[in-house]
């Protein structure tokens, strides 16, 4: 099983507004991930939490904060976005065993 | 710096035949190669994997793996008019380490 969920599907929010992306994973997988994906670019890495530690930070602008209160939950709080910041926002998840990334349906943000 | 070279196409292939996707990467540390589907207005599915020099084979679909090279490929042979998406190369060193895209290759099968 490699599924992994995303809510809310959708989100359109303020430039003042604080939101919460959340993605779950019940397969015991050991890594997790935020993706950001603009129109017809590739996605580009965010952040990587691995064993539920933040190990990799790309340099994302503050007004995202992640978090993993646990083993298979992972938000993104969202606060003071920029109209730039409308994207689709992507999760993942890596196995313990193998490398491979599977994709959840990602969150679709749009800033106005 | 990491890069991830792709055609970005469109590669327009009739049905039925051999569609060829390839990619080079610049970092020689990279240690895992994926191919990911995506479909307009979708996220990226996972298609096929390897790690290895060589060729892996999953139904239509092989992979091909050239280090030495730098080159990583992907082959589908009798292409449906549901292969037509956007075919994202991605490499990563391995572990938990994220994964680094091209900028992904326009398929278009022709009925």
């Known amino acids: 099983d490699t599924e992994v969920t995303q809510t809310p599907k959708h989100l359109v929010m303020g430039m003042t507004n604080k939101k919460s992306l959340k993605c779950e994973q019940h397969?015991?997988?050991?890594?997790m991930y935020w993706y950001k994906q603009k129109a017809k670019k590739p996605p580009e890495l965010m952040f990587v939490y691995s064993y539920e530690k933040l190990s990799i930070n790309e340099s994302v602008p503050s007004r995202f904060s992640p978090e993993c209160p646990n083993s298979s939950l992972l938000n993104l709080h969202l606060h003071a976005l920029q109209p730039e910041d409308s994207a689709l926002y992507l999760c993942?998840?890596?196995?313990?065993?193998?490398?491979?990334?599977?994709f959840g349906p990602g969150t679709r943000l749009t800033v106005l | 710096q990491k890069e991830v070279e792709q055609n970005s196409g469109p590669l327009s292939v009739p049905e039925g035949a051999i569609a060829s996707l390839n990619c080079t990467y610049s970092d020689r540390g990279s240690q895992s190669f994926f191919w990911y589907r995506q479909y307009s207005g979708k996220s990226p599915e996972l298609i096929m994997f390897i790690y290895s020099n060589g060729d892996k084979e999953d139904g239509r679909f092989t992979a091909q793996l050239n280090k030495a090279s730098q080159y990583v490929s992907l082959l589908i042979r009798d292409s449906q008019p549901s292969d037509s998406a956007t075919y994202l190369c991605?490499?990563?060193?391995?572990?938990?380490?994220?994964?680094?895209f091209g900028k992904g290759t326009h398929l278009i099968i022709q009925p």
């Open positions: 993942a998840s890596t196995r313990t065993s193998g490398n491979e990334q599977f």
């Open positions: 991605a490499v990563n060193k391995g572990g938990a380490d994220g994964l680094t």
């Open positions: 397969m015991g997988h050991r890594a």
